[in-house]
Nanobody
Framework: QVQLVESGGGLVQAGGSLRLSCAAS????????MGWFRQAPGKEREFVAA????????YYADSVKGRFTISRDNAKNTVYLQMNNLKLEDTAVYYC??????????????????WGQGTQVTVSS
C-alpha cells in the first residue's frame, strides 16, 4: 500500500509561481514512476508531468512544457511540481500518482496505481 499526500496548492495571480509537494509513504518510493495530473471542473483528468524512479527522465504535457518542472527527492520520499508563469487555464485540482508496475513513463491515468487526495490550484487574473 502507498499513501500519497499533496500540499502546496493555493490562490495565485496569473504569472505567479507555486510549488506542489507530494509526500509518499508505504512501499519503496524510490522504485517507481511518479506523475502529476490535474482535473478542472467539467473536464477529464489530464496528464501534466511524470518522472522515472531515478529522476533521470521526465516528460511533460505540451501545455506546461517550459513552465513546469517535476523533480523528486528519494531520500525524503517526496516528488515536487514547480509551476512558473501560471495561466488561468492551469486552474484545477492537482493530483500526484504512483505507478508501481512499470519503470516507464506513462501518460494515461489508468497506468497509475495509487493517487493522492488532490490539492486545489486557482490562478486569478
Amino acid at each position: 500500500q502507498v499513501q500519497l499526500v499533496e500540499s502546496g496548492g493555493g490562490l495565485v495571480q496569473a504569472g505567479g509561481s507555486l510549488r506542489l509537494s507530494c509526500a509518499a509513504s508505504g512501499r519503496t518510493f524510490s522504485s517507481y514512476v511518479m506523475g502529476w495530473f490535474r482535473q478542472a471542473p467539467g473536464k477529464e483528468r489530464e496528464f501534466v508531468a511524470a518522472i522515472t524512479w531515478s529522476g533521470g527522465s521526465t516528460y511533460y504535457a505540451d501545455s506546461v512544457k517550459g513552465r513546469f518542472t517535476i523533480s523528486r527527492d528519494n531520500a525524503k520520499n517526496t516528488v515536487y511540481l514547480q509551476m512558473n508563469n501560471l495561466k488561468l487555464e492551469d486552474t484545477a485540482v492537482y493530483y500526484c500518482a504512483a505507478n508501481v508496475r512499470s519503470p516507464y513513463i506513462n501518460r494515461r491515468p489508468v497506468a497509475y496505481d495509487y493517487w493522492g487526495q488532490g490539492t486545489q490550484v486557482t490562478v486569478s487574473s
